[in-house]
């Protein structure tokens, strides 16, 4: 199953394994794998213990990410308080860099601080937050990311509520007229990718299903992810 190619917003199915799920002993070579696969982006899930319960990757682990791939750099930002941290994940190499609503005081002043930095600014909304939050953020941003699971692991089960929301935004992008990716990231596996492409995303984030089997086994998992 594919995106209505006769839409005007059509864009095709890029893959965006999550590095959660890979091997943190090997990360360079983790990635450099993933891109000879067939990646088209890297997500990078950056958590603090605070806004989520977990922790992760600083931007000095970014930067030493960088040099191993061209790839696109996902960032998503799990942190509270985030602004303070935007240039030092800009400067490490991350391309487009996510921030969530409930992470900050000011989703609007963040969104501009992203954009000021050059980069590709996207808006995370958890399942329990409304679509309608991206309103008056709409003319702004380059990405949404829908969260088809509560952020803070890798390895959970999809929450299929977020279909209806992932439709709500591809309405709201499409009205817009804007270039906007609609990433969905939680639970995407074999099963799963294809209602989220059915509802309208067209970036798909995976961890568990991009890095199970080891090396030999990714290209198959993203090729798979593609539903082709
Ligand atoms: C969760 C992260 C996801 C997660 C996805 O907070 O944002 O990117 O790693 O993992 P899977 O694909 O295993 O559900
Ligand atoms: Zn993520």
Redesign the pocket.
Same mark, same amino acid.
């Given at each position: 199953m594919t995106a209505d190619p006769s839409s005007p917003q059509a864009a095709p199915i890029r893959i965006a394994p999550?590095i959660?799920?890979a091997d943190f002993a090997r990360l360079g070579e983790e990635v450099r794998a993933i891109e000879a696969a067939g990646a088209d982006w890297v #997500?990078i899930?950056v958590m603090d213990g605070h806004y989520?319960p977990n922790l992760t990757i600083g931007p000095m682990v970014v930067k030493a990410l960088r040099p191993h791939s061209k790839l696109p750099f996902d960032v #998503?930002l799990?942190i509270s308080p985030v602004d303070h941290f935007l240039d030092a994940f800009a400067a490490a190499g991350a391309d487009i860099i996510t921030v969530h609503p409930e992470a900050g005081p000011h989703i609007h002043r963040s969104v501009q601080h992203i954009k000021s930095l050059g980069k590709q600014a996207g808006v995370s909304l958890n399942p329990g937050t409304p679509a309608k939050m991206l309103d008056y953020l709409i003319d702004d941003i380059d990405l949404v990311l829908i969260m088809s699971?509560n952020?803070?692991?890798?390895?959970?089960s999809f929450i299929s509520s977020q279909l209806r929301k992932i439709e709500a935004v591809r309405k709201m992008i499409d009205k817009s007229g804007r270039d906007i990716r609609l990433e969905v990231?939680?639970?995407?596996d074999a099963a799963t990718a294809p209602l989220a492409i059915a509802a309208g995303a067209d970036v798909l984030?995976?961890?568990?299903?991009t890095f199970k089997g080891g090396a030999g086994a990714y290209a198959d998992n993203i090729r798979r992810l593609r539903g082709a």
């Open positions: 999550s959660l799920s #997500h899930d989520v #998503h799990m699971v952020p803070g692991f890798g390895g959970q990231d939680g639970g995407i984030v995976a961890g568990t299903a």
